[in-house]
């Protein structure tokens, strides 16, 4: 059995590609925290961005290390000191472990690194957004820039895959209950204008998407980790009313409303990405779900509750 090293391990995306690894039959998994915890198989070291230090011992276990770590951009305001802790926890925690990689023997085959869709900026508009695009320049664009510059250094001793999130759909937390909430309730309504696209993929097909640059030796570089088909934000909310047959009674929420109740956070919601997945498809990894609503419901469905 080979060892899969996860940060973020006990975050959405990590949860579910660790069960995923683990059913497999093939992988051990152990989790770099910044805690001890006690994890139903699987073996947890500790790591300190900012003292620069981790599990060594652990480390120069892994066969692979997959980078989830960093600090949820929407949990808190946008303080300064907040925007601090957002671009630290993905930039310096990346230099970390591409630094232990130049420096500890290891049997690394591969360092598979999360990124964000953010890259491109707040809004694109209509435009697809391809990996050969350029970055935007607001808060979180230069954010994810220097983020994947610094996983960008594991290149010199390990084949490196960077895979750029878009929204998350799951079941366990995310976009997708924030957004189902208030429809259950029936105070549901599309924001601002309603057409900003929202690049979105199924917390499965992304889970297994990580497990596809582990295992296809002949991945390498950057990917956009996106569903085929990226609808609206007016679409997806009639898609999740649809599906949890409630009514859509209330008109769109202005974006004024939306910047005073959230400030510069208003622009994640407001703005919107049409990102394009045409290279991970032509690298050999197939959805099982490109259909929004077909997700939608196998996340929301009354049935599965």
């Known amino acids: 059995m ?8 006990t975050g959405l995306v990590g949860t579910r590609l660790t069960e995923i690894l683990q059913s497999s039959g093939k992988y051990k998994v ?36 997959v980078h989830l770590a960093g600090a949820n951009v929407f949990e808190k305001a946008w303080t300064d000191k907040r925007k601090t802790v957002i671009n630290d926890s993905r930039e310096l925690s990346t230099y970390l472990l591409t630094e232990k990689l130049r420096k500890l023997d290891h049997k690394v085959k591969a360092f598979i690194s999360a990124s964000a869709i953010g890259y491109y900026g707040y809004d694109t508009g209509e435009a697809w957004q391809t990996e050969a695009d350029l970055p935007g320049q607001d808060f979180l664009a230069r954010v994810t820039q220097k983020w994947e510059d610094a996983a ?36 549901g309504a599309a924001l601002a204008s309603g057409k900003q696209y929202l690049s979105w993929i199924h917390i499965d097909d ?24 990226p609808v609206t934000n007016s679409t997806i909310t009639r898609m999740i009313a649809d599906v ?7 008109p769109n929420v202005p974006a004024p409303v939306l910047y005073l ?19 991970i498809k032509e690298a050999g990894f197939e959805f099982a779900y490109s259909d929004a609503q077909d997700a939608i419901r196998d996340l929301l469905a009354p049935t599965k509750s």
Do not use: H
């Open 2 to 9: 080979e060892n899969i090293l996860i940060t973020g391990g």
């Open 261 to 279: 109740a959230l400030g510069e956070q208003a622009n994640l919601v407001i703005g919107g990405l049409r990102v394009s997945c045409e290279k």
């Open 206 to 229: 992304l889970a297994r998407m990580f497990l596809y640059a582990i295992e296809n030796e002949n991945m390498s570089g950057t990917f956009n980790a996106v569903a085929p088909n």
């Open 30 to 65: 152990s989790y770099l925290s910044r805690s001890k915890q006690n994890i139903p198989n699987v073996e947890v070291g500790l790591w300190d961005v900012e003292a620069g230090e981790l599990d060594e011992q652990l480390f120069q276990k892994a066969d692979y290390i």
């Open 152 to 187: 960008e250094e594991a290149k010199e001793v390990t084949r490196t895959v960077k895979l750029r999130v878009g929204i998350v759909l799951s079941d366990k937390g995310g976009a997708l209950l924030q957004i189902a909430k208030p429809i259950k309730f029936y105070a």
């Open 244 to 250: 949890l047959d409630k009514k859509l009674i209330l």
